[in-house]
Every structure is written in C-alpha cells, then in structure tokens.
C-alpha cells in the first residue's frame, strides 16, 4: 500500500501566531506548547503561518531554539478524511476471496490493484450480487466459471488427489452427476459443452466417476470428503483428469466452485478519482451527490493512497489550533476557520471569531501575549527552563519596546524580571541584541516591508491593513519611502482594502510616521500632522499599533458611517 503524503498525526494541536507573525507571536507558540507539555497535555506542537524576520532569527539563535513549524495553510483536503489503510484485491483474486474481505471488513466496495500496486479498477457487493443472481434463461452462464484449478481447490479447501495444470487461467462449466449413467454423456453433447472444459461433482457414484475419466472430463470432484477407489484415482492419472475431494455436499460444491472464478470480468475499469490535495469544501457536493459507493484517492503514479466514503465526509476533521496573539480570522492561517480551534490566548481588541463549542479563551490587557502564557507557568508553579524563560522574555521586550510602550503593564514588568531570574540574562542586554538585530526596510524589498508584521481589519466591512516596523532612527524609511508607498499600494489592490498603512516606530526617540495609501476621504480625515501631504504623517508619541493607531483609525471610520460617508464594502478605492 502507498503511503500518503503527510498528514497531520491524530492528536497534534497546532499552538499558531498570525500571518506575517512577529517575535511575539513566535515566542509564545514556543512558549506555550512547551506549557502543554509540562501540564501533561501532550501533542501541541509550536508553529507558524508566516517567514521569519532578522529579529525573530536574532531571539531564536540567542535561545538555541529552531523555527516552529510551518503551516501555510490548514484548510481540510481530501487527505484529512481519507482512509488510508485500505483493504484491496488483487485482480487476479476470486470471488471468494473478494466476498471474504467485504464480509470481514463489513465493505461495500473493494480497490482492486495490479501487480505494480496501481489502481486497475474496482469490485463491489453489488457486482458480486449480481454475478451470483440466477439467471434462469441462460443455464449455461450460471454453470460457468473463469478461473484455475488452483483457485478451486484453494476456495473449497479440497484434499488434492491429482491436479494438471493448475495455474492456467481457463472458461469452464460445473455440472453434477446426480443423473443416469445413460443419459450423463448427453446433457454435454447438448449444450456443447467440451469434455475437457467440464467440471463434473459427483458423490459416491463409481459408475459416474468411472465415465467422467474416461471422457477426459477437466476436474472430478467428489463430495462429502468421500473416499476415492485407489482404481479410480490411479485411471484419473492415466487420463490426465484432475481429480479432488470436496468437504462440502454436491449443492455447496457447486455455489463454492462458483465463487472461484476470478474478478477479472467483474472489475469496473471506470471509477471516480480524487487527489488527496483537493479542497474537502471542493469535493463535498460532488460526494453528496455521486451514486458512487466510494471515491478513490490516487497519486500521480496511479498507486492508492486512501479510499473517501460518503460517511468520511461527516467525520470531524482532525487538525486542531490554538491561536496565540490574535483573535480575529482575518489574521488567523488560511483555512483555520474549518477546522477546529480548541484555544486563544491573546493580548488584543476581541475579534468575530466563532467557534462551534465552547473554548478556553484567555484575553488580557497586557503589552504581550508572552507576558499571559509565563503568567501561567508561574500560576501552576512551574518553572520554565531557561532557554524558554529567555525566548518569552524576548516575546515581552520586543513586543512592549522594552517595558516603553503604553500597552505595558506593570504585569509585563513584573513577569519579564521573574523570567530573567530563572533565564539568567539581563534584559537591558537581551533588549540591545533584539533591536539591533538589523533594520527591516533595509534588510527586505519593499513588497516584503510592508508585509512583515501586517494584519487586516474589519470595521463594519471596510477593510484596511496596518503593518508596523520598528527602526533605530527613521532614516532607512525615507531612503525608502516611495518605493514602500508603492508596495502598499500594490497590497491595498491585492487584498481589495480601504486603505494600507505602515507605522514606522523609532524605538530611540518612542515616535513614528504613518505612511498611508487609499481611499482619499479617510486619509484627509487623519488630525496629525502632514510630512508629506495626503501620505506620510507624523505621529509623536504613537508606538503601539494595538492601543494607540487601531482604536483612532477605527474612531475615524465610525465617523464617517455616522455622517454616511464611510467607504462601504463595495467601494474601493
């Protein structure tokens, strides 16, 4: 059987950031899968849906700790619900040995292989029912069988007494001897049926064994596991008839010797396929609707690699999230908001997440998500070890510019001297290695810049983005001003947005500039000052994306619904 592509293990709860995630996001996926574990909740495994950056990288090396995993997307696919240990046939199989593995395995359908392991067809207990039904007006097709000798010996479990031949693969025809020997030659000359493509079953008639030799008849079988005359076995040698001895009464030899015949004739060549990367949203309507019993999931090669039913589509999927730093599905990993989310933890405004039960939901005021989750170790008194007393530490300074940011708390204070007394570093030192860790702008191309630490919002349906880079002085931003005015144009029209807008913090100085490109009417709303007109403003003070620019960017558009001059969902500019 071919194995499947990977697929994420049953069990294994994704801990997961935002799109373009930051050192934040990355450090407390770290963070609190390792939490998990030491509770004794195994299977939650740190990833990310974004590239890293040269700060995230600095944080990381410094900790000695690797890159969570990546997920780019984590929308169901056909691979999520398919079986794949997949119960086949292979087409030189019978029927019998069909029939076994769909009653064992209580099926429907079988997957019938070649000898390369390629699909060739299927088989189901349809076609077999059909096969087997009595069809009265031709006799002559219900006697019939195409198979080997082998097969049949093998199927009735007979003891072998003489066999010729046994591997070919012939067209033969089952009568029992249960008449006259008189009229025993006649029924074959009738229905022209050669001597040596008949299987006669017979009892413990010597006569009627004795003439089914000496016409040269192709297998004798004797029922009831009677004994066979030394005389008889010894002529079915000179003759070269093929000669075994049945457990079973003459009517069960019959119907068993039936089942021998191989599936060949039965397969159906022509099947329903899927590829395991299909959308499940994609195939949903498609499997509703198909009379098909079941759908066949092949690679490119046409090996198996699972079996999709009607009933797999109802299953849950098995991919779990716990989101970390964000709460809103505009941020989330694409696909997230179809599988299941079993936690948050976060540090932002309350998003339109919905999930179908209820969730463990950790939502504080505090400057990092960090911050919540080494609150945790401390609550359940348990001490992280260094490396990731140091990576939350990181997750803290980065987040709330060194304690210097408006979002921090003395919550962040307190935990971020708890952390560097169990990780043993300084966090002045630990603050000088992050933010000197190379400038964003300069170490990227401006399409990159503007989507390094973006995230999209919903007010009332007018989208708009704010990404945020911070800088040791301002003056890498305007050596790249137009060239990034430029990448946010290009991102407004690619994510059909209001507006783009990119925050650039001067962690020296605790003041930014906002460069905005979209909708006009919003942009001459915005109160601070102009460095250049209808683009770049000047905002003193402004450091902090979540409680300082997103609570006025949203206040603005509240006013302008209210005069009823607000972009709508269908207006873009």
């Known amino acids: 059987m071919t194995v499947p592509p990977f697929i994420p293990a049953d069990g294994v709860t994704y801990v997961i950031g935002h799109k373009n995630p930051d050192a934040d996001a990355i450090c407390s996926a770290i963070a609190y899968a390792a939490f998990k574990e030491a509770r004794g909740e195994p299977g939650h495994v740190a990833a990310r849906c974004g590239n890293s950056n040269a700060r995230i990288d600095a944080i990381l090396a ?71 039904t009595p069809k009265v007006r031709e006799p002559k097709l219900m006697r019939q069988v195409h198979t080997r000798l082998s097969d049949i010996a093998r199927a009735l479990k007979a003891r072998v007494l003489h066999l010729t ?13 249960a008449m006259d020997i008189r009229s025993f030659g006649r029924i074959s ?18 006569d009627i064994q004795q003439r089914s030799i000496q016409i040269g008849v192709r297998l004798l079988v004797v029922t009831g596991n009677l004994p066979v005359d030394d005389e ?18 003459s009517a069960t030899t019959a119907w068993v010797i039936r089942t021998a015949t191989t599936i060949g004739r039965l397969i159906e060549r022509k099947f329903v396929s899927l590829d395991a990367d299909t959308r499940l ?103 992280p070890p260094p490396n990731l007393a140091g ?24 935990l971020l001297h708890w952390l560097a007394q169990i990780a043993g570093v300084d966090a002045r030192e630990l603050a000088d290695t992050i933010f000197s860790s190379g400038s964003v702008i300069l170490a990227n191309p401006p399409d990159k810049v503007v989507r390094s630490d973006y995230k999209i ?19 890498n931003f305007w050596s790249q001003a137009k060239p990034l005015a430029q990448a946010l144009e290009e991102l407004r029209h690619a994510e059909h947005l209001a507006f783009a807008s990119l925050l650039v913090t001067d962690i020296n100085t605790q003041n930014s500039l906002l460069l905005v490109r979209g909708d006009p009417e919003i942009i001459e709303r915005i109160s601070y000052p102009h460095v250049e007109k209808d683009e ?38």
């Not at 919002?457 to 003056?475: H, I, N, S």
Request: proline fraction near 6%; glycine fraction near 6%; charge should be negative.
């Open 62 to 132: 410094r900790f000695h700790q690797p890159l969570p995993v990546y997920l780019s997307d984590v929308t169901p696919r056909v691979r999520d619900l398919m079986v794949t240990e997949v119960i086949s046939i292979p087409q030189d199989a019978t029927c019998a040995e069909a029939l076994e593995l769909i009653e064992g395995h209580d099926m429907r359908i079988l997957p019938v292989l070649d000898p390369e392991k390629r699909l060739a067809g299927t088989v189901s207990i349809f076609q077999l029912g059909s096969f087997f």
């Open 457 to 475: 919002y919903d007010e009332d349906g007018v989208r708009f983005a704010v990404a945020q880079v911070e800088e040791l002085g301002l003056g």
């Open 165 to 177: 031949g046994e591997n070919a693969l012939e067209e033969l025809y089952v009568r029992i001897g």
């Open 536 to 573: 770049i403003f000047d905002l003193p003070g402004i450091v902090s994306r979540k409680k300082q620019l997103i609570p006025y960017l949203t206040s603005l558009l509240k006013e302008m619904q209210a005069e009823g001059t607000a972009p709508t969902p269908h207006r873009r500019a």
């Open 232 to 249: 008889v076995v010894e002529l079915a040698r000179g003759r070269g008839v093929s000669l075994i001895v049945s457990p079973y009464d």
């Open 189 to 206: 000359e009738q229905e022209d049926i050669p001597a040596r493509q008949s299987i006669i079953i017979v009892g413990d008639r010597w």
């Open 391 to 414: 990576i939350m530490m990181a997750g803290i300074i980065s987040d709330t510019l060194n304690l210097n940011s408006p979002t921090s708390t003395e919550k962040d204070g307190a």
């Open 281 to 383: 949203s994609d195939v949903r309507k498609k499997v509703v609707t198909s009379p098909a019993p079941a759908f066949m999931v092949i690679a490119d090669d046409g090996r198996l690699q699972g079996i999709l039913t009607k009933t797999d589509i109802l299953k849950p999927v098995k991919t779990r999230l716990v989101l970390v730093d964000h709460n809103e599905m505009t941020q989330a990993v694409t696909g997230a908001g179809e599988v299941t989310i079993t936690e948050v933890l976060d540090h932002h405004r309350l998003g339109t997440l919905n999930t179908a039960q209820p969730i463990l939901f950790i939502n504080e005021p505090v400057g990092s998500t960090c911050t919540i989750v080494a609150d945790l170790y401390r609550r359940e008194h348990l001490a």
